[in-house]
């Protein structure tokens, strides 16, 4: 049972190239996230998706888009890069039902480091 | 806006005594708290919840404390392990969706 897979695990960019952040996950869940985290700032929510077809902006999504064109796959793109992405980068899932109540426990992928110079 | 806070960067305990890991948060929407507990080049992995219903929940060496009227949660580990160094971030969500993470807390157990 993988959980959520990432890649790639580090990546370098030049300003103004363009990447995507691909997130995997086996567990059959409906809801997935994207979060950054820089040093001292905590995990803060880029994207998500409630389910396929289905996406929404998080707190921090200027420069980024994702798709959900399978329950399985929450790829991140990001179209020209600047230095202020410079980040590692976690998808993360949970399994609950849309529309219920409560709360679910995230499962994270490993993160993927990204450098933009 | 910084929904839920951990104000120490750090903190070292010796092995065998008391963690004790403090988050404040500012909305009182929140209903439900969860701690995460990361390893470098890892995941966050999930550690212990608790409901805004409780004011306390434990599991094995942690313990999770919830005081609502001071909009404060701690998480105690006894007795602290070197396998216990991490740094550790607490989150909380209403409910939906978002959860809202701290900008973690690093501890060092010293052998």
């Known amino acids: 049972n993988a959980g959520v897979t990432q890649t790639p695990k580090f990546r370098i960019l030049k300003i103004g190239q363009s990447m995507t952040l691909q997130c995997t996950q086996d567990?059959?869940?409906?809801?997935m996230y994207w979060y950054r985290q820089d040093p001292g700032m905590g995990l803060k929510l880029i994207y998500y998706?409630?389910?396929?077809?289905?996406?929404d902006k998080g707190e921090v999504p200027n420069g980024y888009n994702v798709s959900r064109s399978t329950t399985e796959d929450f790829p991140l793109r990001l179209e020209l890069a600047a230095p202020s992405q410079t980040s590692v980068y976690f998808c993360?899932?949970?399994?609950?039902?849309?529309?219920?109540?409560?709360?679910?426990?995230?499962?994270f992928g490993a993160g993927s480091r990204l450098t933009v110079l | 806006d910084q929904q839920v806070k951990q104000n120490s960067p750090s903190l070292s305990v010796q092995e065998g005594r008391i963690s004790i890991l403090n988050c404040d948060y500012t909305?009182?929407?929140?209903?439900?708290f969860l701690w995460y507990k990361k390893y470098p080049a890892e995941g966050p992995t999930f550690l212990i919840s608790?409901?805004?219903?409780?004011d306390k929940n434990e599991d094995g060496r942690f313990t999770v404390f919830l005081n609502k009227s001071a909009k404060h949660l701690s998480l105690h580990i006894v007795p602290s392990q070197p396998g216990d160094s991490a740094v550790y971030f607490c989150?909380?969500?209403?409910?939906?969706?978002?959860?809202?993470f701290g900008t973690g807390t690093r501890l060092k157990v010293l052998a």
């Open positions: 993360a899932s949970d399994g609950r039902v849309q529309g219920a109540s409560g709360a679910n426990v995230l499962t």
């Open positions: 909305n009182s929407m929140f209903d439900y």
């Open positions: 608790i409901s805004s219903i409780k």
């Open positions: 989150a909380a969500t209403s409910g939906t969706y978002k959860y809202i």
């Open positions: 567990m059959n869940h409906n809801y």
């Open positions: 998706s409630v389910g396929a077809g289905i996406t």
